[in-house]
């Protein structure tokens, strides 16, 4: 395998994967809590109330953490920052940092970035680049 | 109802070699380690009716022992599975359900033979929101919060390394210690990157090699005879968090951690001050740190001060990881065994680096990234 390994949508995930599809980061929001969660399930984690819809999300995130990979998956180049970010909407989401050094001095914490998408396979994955760098 | 007190580990052993055991199959690993138990227990095979292991199934340790169970518990939680194993034998002793229980543990972490392959299933949770960023193993995932702990807590790189440096002490007086050559602060940090923030030397080991313990309860325990003196059970927790490291609540600290932690404490009725002795799963160089904090022995932000005075190294105050640990002792993949495993000795008086007068012992696991979590309170005080 020498490409990025491509996630595998299930009914329960397929319209966050749809969503990435379309450019558009969405997730799940509670009508009762009216709060957003990840990873997406038919039913809210806090209350179990099924009345949840699918919002899009502003795309806006912040650095939460990462660490610097210095051994390679398949389709990657090391050294590759693998990151949390902080999703201004509540939720926290596994990621990559691109269109930035993948360096200690050029990847601050809490840094802003903005969601852009990336390929892996047929699917789009969402990634993160520096808040006004050009797409 | 409480446990406290009413149950003993009887049997405890590692399998004869340790590091690189090419000609045992993992199951071969459980089945070495299970014989050097029950050797080390004195008792007769056919008294054993209840069977509990990870990484392999207690089917075929079981069958392959020539045991027929009364009762079976596959917990497989990952490396804290041994100490959840402990806490369900000891509420099934006491239940009346079975009254002598095998723990094994065996994995061929470093030769791998027959101890399956590690692929990712993509429509997991895991393999759709972590896999394709391109993690390679744990040493890529684990130590994800550290720079964030660093932010919030000023937390040092040189500090971080300390923790690789004082294990070692303790390793250097262990034969059996994989790694044993004294290191400095500027050995790990000048170490290989793995995975930024962390170096080859605060990363653990990869070896082969096994576990098992024998539990059963302190009344049966009076009238064996053993060839060691019985470890009683005061307390023991469990808990989860999340299988997505990303997924944690705070990066910062376990919630598995200080859920366990909590309920081992609580139910032994011991404070902090009682422990002579500290084992916390150290998978990386953070972790006793969290641990630390997250068991209430300091508070946080202040583990890597407290590691770096000295308390946890030979002569301080709260011997931690005496054995190396998994930085420079051994580490299959599901370590927590070997933490309990020195928990006994150093409670026993045998182990290489003994501290003198353990009266209680902590063992504290993680299962997975901050997965999961299993501690035990043992003391070879007879309540
Ligand atoms: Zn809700």
Redesign the pocket.
């Known amino acids: 395998m020498t490409s990025k390994a491509a996630p595998v949508p299930t009914p329960e995930t397929q319209p966050y994967w749809d969503g990435c599809a379309a450019g558009e980061l969405r997730l799940q929001r509670?009508?009762?809590?009216?709060?957003f969660?990840f990873p997406p399930r038919p039913?809210?984690?806090?209350?179990?109330?099924d009345?949840?819809v699918w919002k899009p999300l502003s795309g806006r995130a912040t650095l939460h953490t990462y660490v610097i990979n210095h051994r390679a998956a398949p389709g990657f180049e090391a050294p590759y920052a693998i990151a949390v970010v902080q999703l201004e909407e509540g939720p926290r989401l596994m990621s990559n940092i691109v269109g930035v050094p993948q360096t200690p001095e050029a990847l601050e914490l809490d840094m802003a970035l903005q969601v852009a998408f990336e390929g892996r396979g047929d699917v789009q994955v969402p990634v993160f680049r520096p808040a006004g760098s050009v797409s | 109802m409480s446990i406290k007190g009413q149950i003993a580990i009887v049997g405890a052993a590692e399998t004869s070699e340790l590091g690189r055991i090419p000609q045992l199959s993992a199951l071969g690993l459980h089945a070495d380690a299970a014989v050097n138990a029950i050797r080390d227990c004195g008792i007769d095979k056919a008294e054993i009716d209840g069977v509990a292991s990870a990484g392999q199934s207690p089917v075929a340790v079981a069958k392959h022992l020539g045991i027929t169970p009364t009762w079976v518990d596959g917990t497989s939680v990952g490396g804290c599975s041994f100490m959840l194993h402990v806490r369900h034998a000891a509420a099934a002793i006491a239940a009346g359900m079975c009254e002598v229980v095998l723990v094994t543990h065996g994995e061929s972490g470093r030769s791998r033979v027959g101890n399956g392959a590690w692929s990712p299933d993509l429509q997991s949770l895991n393999g759709q929101f972590e896999v394709p960023y391109g993690p390679t193993g744990p040493p890529t995932m684990f130590p994800i919060g550290v720079l964030r702990y660093m932010k919030e807590t000023g937390l040092t790189a040189e500090q971080l390394a300390t923790v690789a440096v004082v294990q070692r002490q303790w390793a250097a007086q262990n034969p059996r210690a994989m790694m044993r050559d004294p290191i400095t602060v500027e050995d790990v940090l000048a170490s290989r990157m793995i995975a930024y923030p962390m170096h080859l030397l605060e990363c653990c080991l990869v070896t082969d090699g096994g576990g098992a313990l024998l539990v059963t309860s302190a009344e049966r325990a009076r009238s064996m005879d053993l060839t060691s003196p019985p470890v009683y059970v005061l307390g023991t927790g469990e808990s989860c968090e999340t299988p997505m490291v990303s997924q944690m609540e705070d990066f910062t600290t376990s919630k598995a951690f200080r859920v366990s932690g909590a309920k081992a404490f609580a139910e032994s009725g011991i404070g902090h001050a009682d422990v002579d002795h500290l084992m916390i799963y150290d998978a990386f160089a953070h972790l006793p740190i969290y641990g630390l904090e997250d068991l209430g022995f300091v508070g946080r932000g202040e583990a890597a001060a407290f590691i770096g005075e000295g308390n946890t190294a030979p002569g301080g105050s709260l011997p931690l990881n005496t054995n190396g640990g998994g930085l420079s002792y051994t580490h299959t993949g599901m370590y927590g065994m070997f933490a309990i495993q020195e928990s006994v000795r150093q409670l026993r008086g045998t182990a290489a680096a003994q501290v003198p007068g353990v009266e209680v012992s902590v063992a504290h696991g993680v299962g997975g990234m901050f997965g999961a979590s299993g501690t035990l309170v043992l003391t070879n005080q007879a309540q």
């Open positions: 509670c009508t009762h809590c009216d709060t969660y039913f809210c984690p806090d209350c179990l109330s009345e949840v």
